[in-house]
């Protein structure tokens, strides 16, 4: 069966940004390495996200940022081992300093390169952020790691991911990674969690 890793990127980014390729470089020939855009709504995201997991069994999540908030609710509810790179978890307090029109920093499959951030979709975060532990359990408190940047100006959660889970790793990098520091960081930790079983 092939081993198979889903990538979810953070909230300006797209499947196309550095991390996701860098990724893909370093797998190839070992995993299949899933790096969809995601759709801009959470809950849209969140049920997109399920049902890629139910349809290709990924073996382990890789999340940076807003893709590592979305992580840990999809690894808790399915049983799936995830790395959460720089996760934020309060993006209410991000998107709530940045109301307007902004522009995608990586290319999406559909063109589509501006969004709006507004108060409904900054709402509808704000209800997934207080709901967000709810699936956690103590069989994945070994199974969803965090990796931590050294210099991540933005956001400050290793706290409060220690709060819910035992293993938390760090990088001497910023919020989101370099291609070199995915290589160096990010894979071999991935390549420990693929070691472990998908349990739906």
């Given amino acids: 069966m092939t081993t198979k890793i889903l990538f979810l990127h953070g909230f300006f980014a797209s499947g196309s940004c550095i991390p996701a390729q860098a990724l893909k470089q370093a797998f190839e020939g070992k995993a299949k390495v899933l ?54 978890f309060e993006m209410t307090r991000f998107l709530s300093e940045r109301i307007g029109t902004h522009e995608y920093k990586s290319p999406r499959i559909d063109g589509q390169q501006h969004f709006v951030i507004d108060q409904p979709l900054i709402d509808e975060f704000a ?47 910023a919020h989101t990674p370099t291609a070199e520091e995915v290589r160096e960081y990010y894979v071999p930790l991935v390549e420990r969690l693929m070691q472990q079983p998908y349990n739906k």
């Avoid at 855009?37 to 049902?51: G, M, Q, S």
């Avoid at 073996?59 to 893709?67: I, K």
């Avoid at 952020?129 to 100006?153: K, S, V, Y």
């Fill in 127 to 173: 209800d997934l952020q207080a709901h967000q532990w709810d699936d956690c359990r103590p069989e994945m408190t070994d199974r969803i790691w965090g990796l931590f940047g050294e210099n991540d100006h933005l956001a400050h959660f290793e706290p409060l991911f220690l709060q819910h889970y035992a293993h938390a790793y760090h990088f001497p990098g």
């Fill in 35 to 88: 790096t969809p855009d995601l759709p801009l709504h959470p809950r849209k995201a969140l049920a997109f996200i399920t049902e890629l997991c139910e349809r290709e069994h990924p073996n382990v999540l890789v999340g940076n940022s807003n893709g590592s908030f979305l992580a840990q609710i999809v690894a808790s509810r399915l049983g799936i081992s995830a790395l959460l790179g720089n996760p934020h």
